[in-house]
């Protein structure tokens, strides 16, 4: 596969978003790419409409899962989730566990509450990778993230 910019779209193709209520839960480990991707996100959003961000934090990726499926259940006002980490290979299987357990369970939460909730995880094998994809020269995982999120909030209001 040829490595591009994955954050290049056309804006025309995404849905406005001043009627949705979207949050955005990022770890709070390896800042450097959570807080990138957490910029990422939260400028699309307010770009193409939505001006009730709800922005939460957590002190790790394995965290997501519980901080999403949390907001959903005390806040039914909420579109959409937006769960932003980012899981670096080590010399462990800590790595393989970590990333199994949140992707289960973001899609969990989603079937759970039948409302997006959206994987921008980073599973890297390195840090450089993960730079790449947290505004580098491969895009931004967050700014993907938030387009997801409002295509979905839209597929869900047509399903309606």
């Not at 990726?61 to 907001?71: G, P, Q």
Request: some cysteine; glycine content about 8%.
């Amino acid at each position: 596969m040829k490595k591009t910019n994955l954050s290049d779209y056309d804006p025309a193709a995404v849905p406005d978003g001043a009627d949705y209520r979207i949050a955005v839960v990022a770890a709070e480990w390896n800042p450097e790419i959570t807080d990138a991707m957490l910029q990422g996100a939260v400028e699309t959003l307010a770009e193409h409409g939505v001006k009730d961000i709800i922005v939460k934090r957590v002190p790790g990726t394995f965290e997501l899962t519980y901080a999403a499926s949390k907001l959903l259940s005390v806040r039914e006002d909420i579109d959409a989730v937006i769960c932003i980490g980012c899981v670096i290979q080590g010399e462990t299987r800590h790595f393989e566990f970590i990333c199994q357990a949140v992707s289960q369970g973001i899609s969990n939460v989603a079937i759970k509450y039948e409302k997006p909730v959206i994987f921008s995880v980073l599973t890297c094998d390195t840090l450089q990778q993960a730079l790449d994809r947290a505004g580098g020269k491969h895009g931004n995982k967050g700014v993907e993230g938030a387009i997801t999120a409002l295509k979905m909030c839209k597929f869900t209001s047509e399903c309606e």
